[in-house]
């Protein structure tokens, strides 16, 4: 995983938990990485998934409830970086399905070393949108919390229902979404 979803994490740690909550975690943690998470650095992903279940343990969260709210906050921080691939939209459906195509294509192209999730899409009626998710990591949580972070942008209500199912030995996860 890239440093700089390594570095949003941290980011979330410090602004909801304090800078000494940061340390006591990572000194909990036995990390593969000794040096300090730098933004185009690639790192394993055993070391994100070794914080995130350090952090939850020490937050008293579950680590799905946590890896939620990173992802919700995340996407914030993605679209900072990245305003020219949010601007063109008004309604987080058309953007949600930009993703695969065009952003994520875009990203491959921009940062070296990246591993992305798959979507396909199928649109059952004009206020719902179903995706799709296959990624080896499995991040369900975390894209659940993604969703969110971009009807928060849209300031959207949604509702999202999640099924996670295997077809051919191989697991996806959809996510119903409703538009309100
Ligand atoms: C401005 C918009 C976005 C940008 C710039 C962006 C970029 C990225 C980057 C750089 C990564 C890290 C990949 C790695 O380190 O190997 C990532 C991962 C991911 N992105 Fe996006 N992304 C955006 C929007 C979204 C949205 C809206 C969703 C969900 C609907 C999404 C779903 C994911 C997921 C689930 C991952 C985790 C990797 C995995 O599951 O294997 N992204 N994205």
Do not use: W
Request: glycine share 6%; with cysteine.
């Amino acid at each position: 995983m890239k440093g700089m979803i390594f570095n949003v994490a941290e980011k979330f740690i410090v602004e909801h938990y304090g800078e000494d909550m940061l340390d006591d975690i990572i000194d909990e943690c036995n990390l593969i990485t000794k040096e300090p998470f730098v933004g185009p650095g690639t790192y394993p992903d055993e070391d994100l998934i070794e914080i995130v279940v350090k952090a939850a343990a020490m937050l008293n969260i579950s680590v799905g409830e946590l890896l939620k709210k990173l992802g919700r906050y995340s996407f914030g921080k993605l679209r900072d970086r990245h305003p020219e691939f949010v601007t063109p939209f008004t309604h987080p459906k058309p953007f949600l399905k930009s993703v695969e195509g065009v952003i994520h294509v875009e990203v491959k192209k921009l940062i070296d070393g990246v591993k992305l999730p798959t979507f396909q899409y199928a649109d059952p009626a004009d206020d719902e949108l179903v995706i799709t998710y296959f990624s080896e990591r499995k991040l369900y949580p975390f894209m659940e919390g993604l969703i969110q972070g971009v009807a928060d942008h849209f300031e959207t209500s949604i509702q999202q229902k999640t099924r996670i199912f295997e077809k051919e030995g191989i697991e996806f996860c959809d996510y119903h979404i409703k538009f309100n």
